[in-house]
Nanobody, 128 residues
Framework: QVELVESGGGSVQSGGSLTLSCAAS????????LAWFRQGQGREREGVAC???????NYSDSVKGRFSISQDSAKKTFYLQMNNLKPDDTAMYYC??????????????????????WGQGTQVTVSS
């Protein structure tokens, strides 16, 4: 049973930075897509960033140039570095994982349902 656990959320002022981590236990797949999604209050869940097993990354337009997704395969952990945060980035952030059979990074924003493994979420609050 794969378990994803996020950490690193918190409250920052506009323009600040945070790094989220997602630790994956018992994840033994060699081909995968790892992604970050977020859901603001009253909003639908949306894709933020995705990285696949060969290191290719995809970002939503709203975070491109400000956020960076990376992974440490040895630690089975992936990260979301968030810079120049804005109040609109306030949301619950979730990490997700899946094999390419069901989800992959190109188009990940339109395939939220394809990701079968999810963390519990970590709150990010950005004040103006």
């Amino acid at each position: 049973q794969v378990e994803l656990v996020e950490s690193g959320g918190g409250s920052v002022q506009s323009g600040g930075s945070l790094t989220l981590s997602c630790a994956a236990s018992d994840y033994t797949e060699t081909n995968y897509a790892l992604a970050w999604f977020r859901q603001g209050q009253g909003r639908e869940r949306e894709g933020v960033a995705c990285i696949d097993s060969d290191g290719t990354t995809n970002y939503s337009d709203s975070v491109k140039g400000r956020f960076s997704i990376s992974q440490d395969s040895a630690k089975k952990t992936f990260y979301l570095q968030m810079n120049n945060l804005k109040p609109d980035d306030t949301a619950m952030y979730y990490c997700a994982a899946e094999t390419p059979t069901y989800a992959y990074c190109p188009g990940f924003e339109e395939n939220i349902e394809g990701f079968g493994y999810w963390g519990q979420g970590t709150q990010v609050t950005v004040s103006s």
